[in-house]
């Protein structure tokens, strides 16, 4: 008798960062680093690089010489399958923000925020959001996929403790380049530029760290313990 298709869904269990409902507390970051491609598409018009909505920037150099760029943002959910231990999906919040200036043949001058992501291991692929206007007034406002995922490497199963993962060689998908092409107000330049990058652009290295929350016959018998304790140093002292 062929199984029930209900049986074969997994069943999962998601986990919010500090809320102790699920029975663990956890908390991490996600960090992209830009590739070199990226900077490159950037310093070409002297994009200005930083982070929005709760994330960080680790930023080297000035607009037109970036050396190195990094934004970390704080890991706000984590779904794992409870039969297999696999964790499928994260969720962050905030990310990184690029401002260009009119620059002729590069842009015609806008802003754009790329973020809050989630990432679906299973699928490799990773959706999110674009948020910005050109200067000239074109509004962007997309929700969708952002990224295929090349290769994923590390720590990819549920648990108790510190895992890090690395998600390697993310590709640009052609919906999310027309939305960022259209919110910079891209010209040739800049459009050939950020073509070269939509192959790999970044890696993003998580470290999310998750701790048991004990159950409440351990606190009972820790007060137990603490009780029992004062008693015997009074029992001394008396003596």
Known sequence: MPASPLALQPVVLSINAN?????YIMS???????SENLRNALNVGSVTASAFGG????????????????????????????????????????GARQVAGNVPGVSGGGWVEVGNL??????????GTIVGQSTAGASVNYSG??????????????????ANTALNTLALDSAAFTQIEKALALQFLGTVSLQAA????GNIASQITVTAVPEPSTYAL?????????????????K
């Open 118 to 127: 989630e990432v679906n291991l299973l699928t490799k692929e990773i959706f």
């Open 145 to 162: 996929k952002l990224f295929t995922i090349g290769t994923v490497s590390g720590d990819t199963t549920f648990q108790v403790g510190t």
């Open 198 to 201: 939509s192959a790999n652009f």
């Open 55 to 94: 994330a960080s920037s680790q930023i080297t150099g000035n607009p037109g010489a970036y050396t190195n760029i990094a934004v970390s943002a704080p890991v706000t959910s984590l779904v794992y399958d409870t039969a297999t231990n696999q964790v499928v999906s994260v969720k962050t919040v905030g």
């Open 28 to 34: 991490g970051t996600g960090a992209l680093t830009f």
């Open 222 to 238: 820790m007060g137990i313990g603490l009780v029992g304790l004062a008693l015997a140093r009074r029992r001394i002292a008396a």
């Open 19 to 23: 809320d102790p409902s699920s029975g």
